[in-house]
């Protein structure tokens, strides 16, 4: 396996090929595992570390799907309180509207939250974006941490 460091916009990424056959490379990116598929194939001549992960795989074996991340299903215990919380997690999303880092996280799980309260401050193009509550509710879950690079579109927390 080759491994590979870069930096990406100020984000370090290690990236580990796993396996190379063809146009398709299995990878693991800062220890999360992706199927990419390439332009073309890697030339073995100018590359033979790279080839040498080739593998083939048995005729019966199903091809690889990439894994995504699955939550666990959160079991709720059954207490007697006057005030039900709601689970971890339910709720509306709160999204990131453009690529970005995160580089604070202002509310904890649990926190009460108002319409415009700053929750969350994103830096996209050398800028810091505060990211505000679009609802009004209790945070149940923070999906993201410090420093992590996220999409648009990206779940950042959730209220409830």
């Given at each position: ?8 916009q ?7 090929i ?20 390439m332009?073309k ?24 799907a ?5 939550a ?16 971890a ?18 509310v904890?799980?649990g ?19 505060n ?7 209790t945070?149940?879950s923070?999906?993201v ?16």
């Amino acid at each position: 396996m080759k491994t590979y460091q870069y930096k990406v916009q100020g984000v370090d990424y290690e990236v580990e090929i796993a396996e190379v056959e063809g146009k398709i490379a299995r990878v693991n990116v800062n220890g999360i595992p992706f199927e990419i598929e390439m332009q073309k194939p890697i030339n073995a001549a100018k590359h033979p570390a790279l080839a040498a992960t080739k593998k083939t795989a048995p005729a019966a074996e199903a091809p690889v799907a990439p894994v995504a991340p699955v939550a666990a299903p959160v079991q709720p215990v059954a207490k007697p309180q006057a005030t039900q919380a709601a689970p971890a997690g339910a709720g509306n999303p709160v999204k990131a509207p453009l690529p970005g880092t995160v580089n604070a996280i202002n509310v904890k799980v649990g926190d009460t939250v108002s319409i415009g309260d700053v929750v969350i401050i994103l830096e996209a193009m050398k800028m810091q974006n505060n990211i505000e509550a679009e609802y009004a509710g209790t945070v149940t879950s923070i999906t993201v941490n410090p420093g992590d690079s996220v999409m648009e579109g990206t779940v950042l927390l959730t209220i409830g």
